[in-house]
């Protein structure tokens, strides 16, 4: 028990019973021997325990527990037509774990899940099969892994990304990005770099990295990560997203560059992307919920765009276009992505 009187971070393991009996019997039994101290309790199904709303969120968020599930129904789906497509015309994410170990106040899971509690899927390979038949269907594939968790956070433990980069390194016809706030690239060192698979880093500056991005790894390990990537040959991608026009903002972003320019990466990334905070009004009234006392989600109200909502005010727009420019200042305008 900690200090707070919570349980440490995944004290259980909840095991859909079925599984326990089937072909992923296997794999079950190697992640339940990895976390060796949990108790494993055998569950009907993940949403058993995802949508529990006993716990407070906040409690649950502190002492996150592990769920062992098999994704069914379609396991590759469209993305919204709001987010860059790095010009791929079929640009799908897939979700190979549900919910992120970091704590960031503006995350867009909160909205989505009624329990913070990560749920990892044993059928991996089925979403791989899916992802090249969907790719031979289309003639390619754009596809997002990360969108609804942190991957390379859990690395050491799931081996996920792993296991999709030797599923599909012999089929280019899928691109995959894997965005990450880690600084653990090191769980990734040792396979070969694919051509196929992006790492996308967000990252944020150092004072918004305090404010709002509890657990998350600082500005310096992120980059240290990135630049291991690089060097090891892979390709990455940098994410200044959502930039948040917080106190001081001119100076805290143009530190930010200052500090990049220092590591001379411009010419060694694949691209870049940037954005402002946004939200579906819906999952903005859920995030409210599970995040009462957050200043940041409540003052996202005043402006409604593409049906989702964002802060008002010339301060968004002023940052916008100034990392927007400061970007096609170090990077060719066609690999600068919004
Ligand atoms: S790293 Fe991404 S997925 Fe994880 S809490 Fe932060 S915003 Fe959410």
Redesign the pocket.
């Known amino acids: 028990m900690k200090e707070d009187g919570l349980l440490p971070p995944f004290s259980h393991l909840y095991v859909e019973e079925d599984l326990l009996e089937s072909t992923w019997s296997g794999k079950v039994t190697q992640l339940c021997n990895r976390f060796g101290k949990a108790v494993v309790v055998p569950v009907r199904s993940f949403q058993e325990v995802t949508q529990r709303r006993t716990a407070r969120w906040n409690d649950q968020k502190r002492s996150p527990k592990l769920v062992i599930a098999r994704k069914r129904g379609e396991l590759i789906y469209p993305c919204s037509e709001v987010a860059p497509n790095f010009g791929h015309p079929h640009f799908y994410y897939a979700v190979p774990m549900q919910n992120?170990?970091?704590?960031?106040e503006?995350?867009?899971?909160q909205g989505m899940y009624t329990s913070p509690n990560l749920v990892y899927f044993v059928n991996q390979e089925e979403m791989i099969k899916r992802a090249v038949e969907l790719a031979r269907e289309l003639g390619e594939l754009y596809l997002c892994i990360a969108y609804?968790?942190?991957l390379l956070?859990m690395e050491g433990a799931l081996g996920v990304t792993a296991e999709w980069v030797e599923g599909l390194r012999n089929h280019p016809s899928v691109t995959v990005e894997v965005?990450t706030?880690s600084a653990n690239f090191a769980a990734l060192k040792k396979l070969a770099p694919p051509t196929n698979f992006i790492l996308a880093w967000?990252l944020s500056p150092e004072p918004v990295i305090r404010q709002f991005?509890a657990g998350?790894p600082g500005l310096e390990a992120r980059l240290k990560s990135l630049k291991a990537a690089l060097s090891a040959g892979w390709r990455a991608r940098l994410c200044l997203d959502p930039l948040l026009p917080v106190k001081d903002w001119p100076t805290v972003y143009e530190e930010l560059f200052r500090r990049l320019d220092q590591e001379e990466l411009w010419q060694a990334l694949e691209d870049a992307s940037y954005g402002p905070f946004r939200m579906p009004k819906q999952l903005l009234r859920q995030a409210r919920k599970a995040r009462p006392d957050s200043a940041l989600l409540h003052s996202a109200q005043s402006r409604e765009e593409r049906g989702l909502m964002t802060f008002g005010g010339t301060d968004q727009e002023r940052l916008l276009e100034y990392v927007g420019t400061e970007l096609r200042k170090r990077m060719p305008t066609d690999k600068v992505w919004t």
Do not use: F, G, H
Not at 100 to 104: A, H, I, K, P, V
Not at 106 to 109: A, G, I, R, S, T
């Open positions: 992120c170990l970091y704590d960031c503006y995350c867009y899971l609804d968790n942190d956070a965005r706030k967000t991005e998350t």
